[in-house]
């Protein structure tokens, strides 16, 4: 066994989490989603450590993980900067906000600046066209954003002016679910059953009245 | 201009700043459709949805009735929300997860109950952080009201909701890649047949598969009667629906609007609605319903906002998303920038679609940099026929889903339209509306 690299009480969430599925498979986004928030990325341990408690191989989460653009397997910057620039948001001057962040950020979309800050991406349709063009920090939104707009934004990430509407990456939903299942297996597979009895009851019905 | 005074039916509380509260949801009829779906049989509640004739809001726009009917066949296992919104320019959902949250529950609640399924799970697009939020805390707070668990308003129905998040890749709303996806793995569309989860659906057990819009009108449904609902729109297309628009006009946004009886002219430009075209500008041309859609011109402005009005003049309604282009508008460089889209959203999957994708999208691309060759139209139509034979619409199908077959919309849409300006493109080496960047 390896050294343990989630923290226990991540690791007990993620096991509340696996609990609130028919099959622990269905818990792998969630729980990536849980390793970004402890790691900031996708880490091969952490991946490692979701393989065991969803009950497949390492490289079957890495080759699940590397399908969504969300999960990130290299390491990110703090702040993950994320354009859009489908229909909408290029109408309204997103490629031209791009290279303005480009330039602001020194960084080419992409790669992460030498510090660590910020990643720069451009993304496909995020969404929010009714205040194009618009940007995520973080999956966080901003919209309407001027040139002017995004070097404050910047600014004041860099001084922890939004630490409280952007957390650190990967930290996706800070709202947790109150419990786990409230129904139990048995009374899921009891009303099933009483269901389809039901329906095998009416349908045979319907038989013998079409044959008669 | 026909804008109908026609009630709001999924958008009625975003008046006010706190229309995601148990609350302000309690304050406005909230949770008395579940209240009064509970009164009645399961059967009698999906009678009142077939009623209605509500078409699907995701995109495919099935009547959600018949799509419960092939499910009460057989003991249905799961009800599994889709709300991985991604289809360019349609954000309507996104104001629904974000704003009404309460709403989405009780569709939720009340087709579970009228489908007897015990276990759901809300599927919420990864990038939709606050959305995920808004919705995990409703339920929250339903479970805390006894909406949700076990014997809700001691009805003796329990249920359970289960709210997870996706972490981006478009073709999860596909549905069947949507239920490979909820199942922990890569997002690949399903074989058909079967076409339907209902047959074989999350865990290979029948699954109803609804959209996010779809289930928000339920409570107002239940509460007003089918008759109130089919009383707005005209022919198939009953109710209101929401329409978000984007691109070239003052106010770009979600609007509610009666089907059928609101044209595309009244949508773009009533003060209202969208306000016209800023600039001084024309309308050059729309997209009717998502990137799919092939375009329509100002020659089809007056159509109404009906899915077999405009599915009879060529194009579909799609996701309800409306982006306008003014006359200053490039469009060799916005057929590649959608076709750009297909190219990375591909799941990979099918040889068309995955190659196909990226060889339009470095075509079209040399055209807007000038670098444009003899006989690059014929090329595109050429490797477009291969994805879609015949390039007809709707387009025939060569791969396991829709995504593929649909990326030749904008591109021949845009060459019947415009073929003059992509020859200029071509003759002078140069975009004629200026470089621009484009990443």
Same mark, same amino acid.
């Given at each position: 066994m390896t050294q343990a690299h989630l923290a226990p009480e991540v690791m007990a969430r993620a096991r509340e989490i696996v609990a609130l &599925?028919?099959?622990?498979?269905?818990?792998l986004i969630p729980l990536c989603h849980l390793a970004q928030e402890h790691d900031g990325w996708l880490r091969p341990e952490a991946m490692v450590e979701i393989a065991e408690l969803v009950g497949i191989t390492p490289a079957e989460v890495l080759g699940t993980a590397?399908? &969504?653009?969300?999960?990130?397997?290299d390491e990110v910057g703090r702040y993950v900067v994320t354009v859009c620039t489908n229909i909408a948001c290029m109408l309204r001057g997103a490629y031209e906000l791009l290279e303005h962040a480009e330039q602001s950020l020194g960084i080419r979309t992409g790669s992460t600046s030498a510090d660590g800050s910020f990643t720069l991406e451009d993304a496909e349709c995020l969404a929010d066209c009714g205040r194009a063009p618009c940007l995520q920090v973080n999956h966080r939104f901003f919209g309407d954003v001027t040139h002017e707009d995004f070097d404050r934004i910047v600014d004041d990430l860099r001084a922890g002016r939004l630490a409280d509407e952007v957390p650190p990456?990967?930290?996706?939903?800070?709202v947790r679910r109150d419990?786990?299942?409230?129904?139990d297996a048995e009374t899921v597979g009891s009303e099933r059953r009483a269901t389809a009895a039901a329906m095998a009851e009416r349908a045979a019905g319907t038989e013998s009245k079409g044959a008669g | 201009m026909a804008v109908t005074d026609a009630p709001r039916i999924v958008t009625s509380r975003l008046a006010y700043d706190d229309s995601h509260t148990l609350e302000r949801y309690l304050a406005t009829g909230g949770y008395e459709g579940l209240r009064k779906a509970l009164t009645m049989t399961p059967e009698a509640v999906a009678a009142e949805v077939d009623a209605v004739s509500?078409?699907?809001?995701?995109?495919?726009?099935?009547?959600a009735g018949r799509k419960w009917s092939m499910l009460r066949k057989a003991p249905t296992s799961y009800l599994v929300v889709?709300?991985?919104?991604?289809?360019? +320019?349609?954000f309507k959902d996104h104001l629904l997860v974000e704003r009404d949250p309460h709403q989405l529950v009780e569709g939720v609640l009340i087709a579970c109950y009228a489908l007897q399924v015990t276990t759901a799970f809300i599927y919420i697009? =990864?990038?939709?952080a606050l959305g995920l939020e808004r919705v995990t805390g409703a339920l929250n707070d339903a479970y805390g009201h006894g909406a949700?668990?076990?014997?809700i308003f001691g009805s003796g129905f329990s249920i359970d909701v289960v709210v997870h998040p996706g972490a *981006?890749?478009?073709? $999860?709303?596909?549905e069947t890649a949507l239920l490979e996806s909820l199942e922990g793995k890569r997002g690949f569309p399903r074989i058909?047949? @079967?076409?339907?989860? +209902?047959?074989?659906?999350?865990? *290979?057990e029948p699954t109803v598969v609804n959209n996010v819009e779809t289930l928000s009108n339920l409570p107002w449904v239940l509460v007003n009667g089918a008759a109130a609902f089919t009383a707005l729109g005209e022919g198939r297309s009953t109710g209101t629906r929401l329409f978000a628009l984007a691109g070239h006009v003052r106010n770009p946004g979600v609007y509610e609007v009666e089907m059928v009886k609101t044209t595309f002219r009244d949508l773009i430009h009533a003060p209202v609605l969208g306000g016209g075209i800023p600039g001084g500008r024309e309308l050059k041309a729309f997209i009717p319903?998502? +990137?799919s859609a092939p375009w329509f011109g @100002?020659?089809?402005?007056?159509? @109404?906002?009906g899915q077999d009005e405009v599915g009879a003049a060529g194009s579909m309604l799609g996701s309800g998303s409306v982006v306008v282009m003014d006359d200053a508008t490039c469009v060799v460089r916005a057929a590649w920038r959608i076709t750009r889209f297909f190219w990375r959203e591909? $799941? =990979?999957?099918?040889t068309p679609c995955r190659e196909g994708s990226g060889w339009l999208e470095k075509i079209l691309r040399r055209i807007e940099d *000038?670098? *444009?060759?003899?006989?690059d139209l014929d090329l595109l139509m050429d490797i477009s026929d291969n994805l879609a034979?015949? #390039?007809?619409?709707?387009p025939q199908q060569t791969?396991? $889903? #829709?995504l593929g077959p649909s990326i030749p919309s904008s591109i021949a849409s845009a060459i019947r339209m415009f073929r003059d300006e992509f020859l200029v493109h071509i003759k002078d080496g140069a975009c004629p509306f200026g470089s621009a960047p484009h990443g």
């Open positions: &599925y028919p099959h622990p498979r269905s818990a590397t399908f &969504y653009d969300m999960l990130h397997t990456h990967g930290t996706l939903v800070r419990g786990g299942l409230r129904v | 509500l078409l699907g809001r995701g995109g495919a726009g099935f009547p889709n709300g991985d919104e991604s289809e360019p +320019a349609t697009r =990864g990038e939709f949700v668990g076990r014997d *981006g890749a478009y073709i $999860c709303g596909e058909k047949p @079967p076409y339907f989860p +209902a047959a074989i659906g999350l865990y *290979g319903g998502g +990137a @100002p020659d089809q402005v007056d159509l @109404p906002l591909s $799941c =990979g999957q099918c *000038g670098e *444009g060759r003899h006989g034979p015949g #390039v007809s619409w709707p791969t396991i $889903c #829709v």
